[in-house]
């Protein structure tokens, strides 16, 4: 535990002069400095300003009560460790102190030894919590820079002539789920991840796993050998998560989408007529065994239809509204954006619902 360099001022308030200058002097004699006050007006006046780690304050006042005043302390700098000070042998008065989250109690009249104890164990109470705080904020730093780093990354290329809408929305910061839009000879990949757990170190798999994604649809512009590839390396090189995925490779050319999923939730197709689910053969989650097979399968697409890709944080279930409330947006041609909207809409009015907040994700690409 890191110690404070300079020994702080100490705050007093205690209606009774002669109490509050004999405690000053014994401060002294420790080597703190202290300021007093007979009135808690000035006291609470000063501390605003200073927010002093340690205030002496007495209980019984004729205008009030300290028990009164010390949430006002504790609200104000939660750090700042409050000792009470009283003649009086009340139990309540303790239990009180104690449920409003004061430090430490003292008895009046006390020695030099009682405030020498009292004023370390604040003290070490008021470095470890300040330590913590540093600790917290340290930590809130890296995840704010963290998913900065991972939007930046996850950022969306030009696509055209598709217009494509994405949203990715972490738990907490860093998302497990991640996605891919890549173009390679004409060909266009989308696919949609979704790591086991969230977090920083699912994000961080995310983040290889795009790599291994685009590495491999530059291989081979099919989506069971990108699914392949992502296994291989999350199963042997990783060995600790394991992900869903759906990925479809758009082939302008032949007017066909060619798609493959391993675990993930159907991707959904909005044609004019209606939507139609990409549910044909599924293979196994990935990162689970080294030599998996993900069955492809071809649908064909007419200009204007929306492909819809999600994970379950977003939809987990084949009757949620929102896929006919899409459906009857596209069978009156409405723009993407309405789309996107709707969902928008439905993510915030069930988010309180879900027993357990997991990343939400998902892409919509307008063909």
Do not use: C, W
């Amino acid at each position: 535990m890191t110690s404070l360099s300079i020994k702080p001022e100490i705050l007093i308030i205690d209606d009774d002069r002669d109490v509050g200058e004999a405690l000053e002097i014994l401060l002294v004699k420790l080597g703190y400095n202290s300021t007093f006050f007979d009135s808690v007006d000035r006291g609470k006046e000063y501390f605003e300003k200073e927010a002093n780690p340690i205030v002496f304050l007495d209980i019984h006042m004729p205008r009030t009560s300290g028990l009164d005043v010390l949430p006002y302390f504790k609200n104000l700098s939660p750090s700042t460790q409050v000792i009470m000070m009283t003649g009086e042998r009340d139990i309540n008065d303790v239990m009180t102190s104690l449920t409003h989250k004061a430090s430490d109690f003292l008895l009046k009249p006390f020695s030099l030894q009682t405030v020498r104890i009292a004023v370390q164990r604040a003290l070490d109470y008021y470095t470890l919590v300040k330590e913590k705080e540093a600790r917290e904020e340290s930590i809130l730093r890296d995840l704010r820079l963290a998913s900065k780093i991972q939007r930046k990354i996850l950022s969306v290329p030009d696509l055209s002539p598709y217009k494509v809408l994405v949203d990715n929305i972490p738990a907490s910061f860093v998302s497990g789920d991640f996605y891919v839009l890549s173009r390679s000879n004409g060909s266009v990949m989308a696919m949609l991840g979704d790591i086991e757990d969230h977090g920083v170190t699912s994000g961080l798999i995310g983040l290889l796993m795009t790599s291994v994604a685009r590495e491999a649809f530059r291989e081979k512009e099919d989506p069971s050998h990108v699914l392949r590839k992502m296994n291989m390396e999350l199963s042997s090189e990783i060995g600790t998560h394991s992900l869903t995925a759906a990925a479809a490779v758009i082939r302008p050319d032949q007017k066909k989408i060619r798609y493959a999923r391993g675990g993930h939730p159907f991707p959904v197709l909005y044609r004019q007529e209606g939507m139609e689910l990409l549910n044909k053969k599924s293979g196994q989650l990935l990162g689970i065994m080294d030599d998996l097979d993900f069955e492809a399968h071809e649908i064909s697409f007419q200009t204007g239809d929306i492909l819809f890709l999600y994970s379950d944080g977003l939809l987990n279930n084949l009757s949620s509204p929102l896929f006919a409330e899409l459906e009857q947006l596209r069978k009156k041609d409405r723009p993407i954006e309405e789309l996107q909207a709707a969902i928008q809409i439905y993510s915030k009015a069930t988010l309180p619902t879900r027993e357990f907040r997991d990343d939400s994700s998902y892409i919509l690409i307008q063909l």
